[in-house]
């Protein structure tokens, strides 16, 4: 019998394969990044194929890194970025035009004008969700009206909407299966968070016919089996799937109510297992399926930053001031302090808790003293802050504070960073050996799906690196937080 578990991970910029054993030892990975799509200010796109090969590519270095065919995998778990929203051909699986990322901005007017009618308080209440152009509806309905035909056939059943879990299973079954998870689901807009199930009057509104819309599955189950794949055999289960945070929750193996995590990859997203009721939040966060199985739906508190890593590419891309992301540490510790200069990371809008579509990034603060290494700092500052600032409004809806912060993804391994962190946060870091939370979390929900594990040996896979305490006074946080707090006001155009 097959032995190894396989997770395809489709993130924002790349795609990664990784192989385990069903005891939780990594044998296999390989990331292979795919061209990102600008075509105008604040559009971002990817093409679904480039994606499609990035993935086959990877999962065929991760096996051949551990040693093993396609012939070895008992079970394929998949996480991908949420939001980015797809639409192809019912009869030939191709699709109708490059995917809509969820970082694009093109839908910002749609929200604002569905906000001014009143419509926030109703969206919130069935979905869980905030009216915003992060989230998949008012991009499907885009892209409905901007490729002629689209709609007549959209309404017609000739097209089909996924987020990438759903395009990925499509291809890897040979486009057998129409399916997402009820996490992946639970952030369109137009899934009833209570029900687990697509909601009539949220496709009105946000203009959704439902007969593009997939089949809810559970997180954990079998969903479906490699078909005609090319780059894995047929027959393969696959066993799992979630959205790449929920993923990150799972893999960090926060299965307690009140358990709390932070993945920080091109955004940030830190979330909070809330048990089996939807608590609906009063300080900006979204309410969101952490994952359900057997059965079982657990919820859970997520607090979106749009950028974080996004952003140290961009010190490295837009001007040039380091060469890789990893430089950025070295760089941040020639100086000790950012001596007053704070940057709000709004490149893409400001996320949660202040959800403002216009903010812009800002930088304040700067003298003529001012060097790489003080950006560089106040970059990695930026980012904690933002974090704070998801931590703040978690603990607020929770009404209890946290007791540690599990952190994961890329940025993770950045010690200065996490030390920041914790001291802003005023609360303990841990970081795990195994900083791909994300991959590993679907590799575990394939491993409870296909019957080979349960939650307790899933949870004995993760073991911790390193734990970072706070270890400023109470004054210097305060001082800190005032700073962030006096950009955050530079940076807004709501209040």
């Given at each position: ?136 509806g008012t991009k499907i309905a885009w892209l409905l009206d901007a490729v002629s035909g ?346």
């Amino acid at each position: 019998m097959p032995k190894h578990l396989l997770a395809i991970d489709q993130g924002t910029t790349g795609s990664t394969a990784i192989v385990v054993t069903l005891d939780g030892h990594t044998l296999g990975k390989k990331t292979v990044e795919f061209a990102q799509h600008f075509p105008k200010p604040g559009w971002v796109e990817h093409d679904a194929e480039e994606i499609w090969t990035s993935v086959g590519a990877a999962v065929g270095g991760a096996l051949a890194e551990a040693r093993i065919t396609g012939a070895d995998v008992a079970a394929i778990g998949i996480t991908n970025q949420r939001e980015t929203t797809l639409l192809w051909d019912r009869a030939t699986g191709e699709p109708i035009a490059r995917a809509i990322v969820w970082q694009d901005r093109r839908t910002a007017d749609v929200c604002d004008r569905l906000k001014a009618e009143g419509a926030e308080s109703t969206v919130r209440a069935r979905t869980g969700l905030v009216i915003d152009a992060y989230f998949s509806g008012t991009k499907i309905a885009w892209l409905l009206d901007a490729v002629s035909g689209a709609r007549a056939r959209a309404e017609s059943g000739g097209i089909a909407f996924g987020t990438i879990d759903t395009f990925l299973v499509h291809r890897l079954t040979g486009g057998a299966v129409h399916a997402t998870d009820v996490t992946n689901a639970s952030r369109t807009l137009v899934m009833d968070l209570a029900k687990l199930a697509w909601d009539d009057e949220m496709c009105r509104l946000f203009r959704v016919p439902p007969a593009v819309l997939p089949t809810i599955v559970p997180s954990a189950g079998r969903i479906g089996e490699t078909k005609n794949a090319g780059f894995l055999p047929d027959g393969i289960p696959i066993c799992g799937i979630a959205g790449d945070q929920q993923a990150a929750l799972f893999g960090q193996a926060c299965f307690a109510e009140g358990d709390a995590k932070c993945t920080y990859g091109t955004g940030a997203f830190a979330l909070m297992n809330i048990g089996a009721a939807p608590t609906l939040s009063k300080h900006g966060l979204v309410t969101t399926v952490a994952w359900q199985i057997g059965g079982t739906t657990t919820y859970a508190l997520e607090g979106s930053a749009f950028i974080a890593g996004a952003a140290v590419q961009w010190l490295r891309d837009g001007l040039g001031i380091i060469k890789t992301a990893a430089d950025i540490e070295d760089l941040a510790r020639r100086c000790e302090s950012t001596e007053g200069v704070a940057f709000v990371p709004a490149l893409a809008g400001l996320g949660a808790p202040y959800w403002d579509q216009g903010a812009r990034g800002t930088i304040t603060g700067i003298t003529r003293g001012t060097t790489a290494a003080h950006l560089a700092r106040a970059t990695l500052e930026g980012i904690a802050f933002e974090v704070w600032d998801l931590v703040h409004a978690m603990t607020a809806d929770a009404a209890r504070p946290l007791n540690v912060m599990k952190i994961d993804g890329g940025a993770a391994r950045n010690d200065l960073l996490a030390q920041f962190q914790a001291d802003v946060a005023g609360v303990s870091v841990v970081r795990p050996t195994e900083i791909e939370s994300t991959g590993r979390g679907a590799a575990m929900l394939a491993g409870v799906g296909a019957g080979l594990s349960d939650l307790g040996a899933a949870a004995r896979m993760v073991k911790v690196d390193r734990t970072f305490s706070p270890a400023i006074s109470a004054e210097t946080r305060a001082a800190h937080l005032r700073r962030w707090e006096d950009a955050v006001l530079r940076t807004r155009t709501t209040r």
